[in-house]
């Protein structure tokens, strides 16, 4: 099976990533596990470069990457990864509006003020929302990210991974 057909079993078809593990049952996890876990976002949000961290996540061609981002069912697994992944960070969709913003359970999470690895998952989401067509959401993301860090870091401490996360969604 070639990146792009396991791209698509695993988001959009009820597909297992390389260790048995399905979409609904990592979206099921509690924020504990999602944070002390690091071989599953490469599955959830997938881009066209290896990861250092799991060679055995799905690499699919940009070429790929535009076909995916017209599958319906890959397009509702993408959405519902961003969903929870939201809500781990203590974040929540403003449908009406389109945005982000802090969620109910927001409380000044660590992520938002020290540099953790998070970083790195953070410009993974953008950048492979961005390359799924999920443009909207990735801004959206990127908006919020932006306001939060200088709230949270200041001007000086967020600057670079802004500058990731502004790259990410280009």
């Not at 504990?32 to 055995?56: K, M, Y």
């Not at 790195?120 to 953008?126: A, E, G």
Request: charged share 25%; with cysteine.
């Amino acid at each position: 099976m070639d990146d792009a057909a396991r791209v698509r079993d695993f988001l959009g078809q009820g597909g297992a990533d390389h260790r048995g593990r399905t979409l609904m049952e990592i979206l099921g996890w509690p924020d504990a596990r999602l944070e002390g876990e690091h071989d599953f976002i490469q599955w959830l949000f997938p881009l066209d470069t290896p990861s250092p961290v799991n060679p055995h996540a799905p690499v699919p061609s940009r070429a790929a990457f535009a076909a995916l981002a017209r599958d319906a069912a890959v397009l509702e697994g993408s959405r519902a990864a961003f969903a929870r992944m939201l809500a781990f960070y203590g974040l929540r969709r403003e449908e009406a509006e389109g945005g982000v913003a802090k969620a109910a359970t927001w409380n000044g999470k660590d992520w938002a003020q020290h540099a953790t690895h998070n970083d790195l998952r953070l410009t993974r989401i953008l950048r492979s929302l961005t390359l799924l067509g999920l443009r909207d959401e990735a801004h959206a993301l990127l908006a919020a990210l932006e306001a939060l860090l200088l709230e949270c870091r200041g001007a000086q401490r967020a600057q670079v991974p802004l500058g990731y996360w502004r790259e990410a969604v280009r």
